[in-house]
T-cell receptor
Framework: EPEVTQTPSHQVTQMGQEVILRCVPI?????FYWYRQILGQKVEFLVS????????KSEIFDDQFSVERPDGSNFTLKIRSTKLEDSAMYFC??????????????FGPGTRLTVT | GQQVMQIPQYQHVQEGEDFTTYCNSS?????IQWYKQRPGGHPVFLIQ?????EVKKQKRLTFQFGEAKKNSSLHITATQTTDVGTYFC??????????FGTGTRLKVLA
């Protein structure tokens, strides 16, 4: 069964450093998402992406965040200058984009980001 | 902003007992999705509800969307140890943006 993959599984970085989290969505999917989950808390929407453009973004997704689809398979989340409060599990998800009422999202296993 | 609350926050049940989690939105929704997250795992899609008053069943799981499309529930009949995890609702507003609820963590005691 096709699945979303994410690398690395764990990233440790120092405050102020830039990090790039990578995702390979399911191949025929057209909508891509990033979510984050602070340990033990709820899943928070960051951004959705379609046709090489941001479709929706949350208040969390400020200027220090950016997303990119650099080639036909990867989808990346860049955090420009990490803060301690960015420590969380970051999940990538993708969907077929059959329509917002038919949008089953498939989540990857996540990247645990630790900012020290 | 939009708030999506779930109750209870935690639920411990004996194996074989029933379990229900409730999801309440501060705004009217276009659709709602339910996800299950096992400990240490990622969210896994369970179901999507779109119509007012809609009820869907998956084996021992029953999902309901409220008439006013502001609340939803997930009911599990005769829980099993494999049901352990956190259940999240995700509220849709007709766009590709989903607000996840606060989650209900279910523990099943054998």
């Amino acid at each position: 069964e096709p699945e979303v993959t994410q690398t690395p599984s764990h990233q440790v970085t120092q405050m102020g450093q830039e990090v790039i989290l990578r995702c390979v969505p399911i191949s025929n999917h057209l909508y891509f998402y990033w979510y984050r989950q602070i340990l033990g808390q709820k899943v928070e929407f960051l951004v959705s992406f379609y046709n090489n453009e941001i479709s929706e973004k949350s208040e969390i997704f400020d200027d220090q965040f950016s997303v990119e689809r650099p080639d036909g398979s990867n989808f990346t989340l860049k955090i420009r200058s990490t803060k301690l409060e960015d420590s969380a599990m970051y999940f990538c998800a993708s969907s077929e984009a059959r329509g917002p009422y038919s949008d089953e999202q498939y989540f990857g296993p996540g990247t645990r980001l630790t900012v020290t | 902003g939009q708030q999506v609350m779930q109750i209870p926050q935690y639920q411990h049940v004996q194996e074989g007992e029933d379990f229900t989690t409730y999801c309440n939105s501060s705004t009217t929704l276009s659709n709602i999705q339910w996800y299950k997250q096992r400990p240490g795992g990622h969210p896994v899609f369970l179901i999507q509800l779109v119509k007012s008053g809609e009820v869907k069943k998956q084996k021992r799981l029953t999902f309901q969307f409220g008439e006013a499309k502001k609340n939803s529930s997930l009911h599990i009949t005769a829980t099993q140890t494999t049901d352990v995890g956190t259940y999240f609702c995700a509220a849709g507003s007709g766009t590709y943006k989903y607000i996840f609820g606060t989650g209900t963590r279910l523990k099943v005691l054998a």
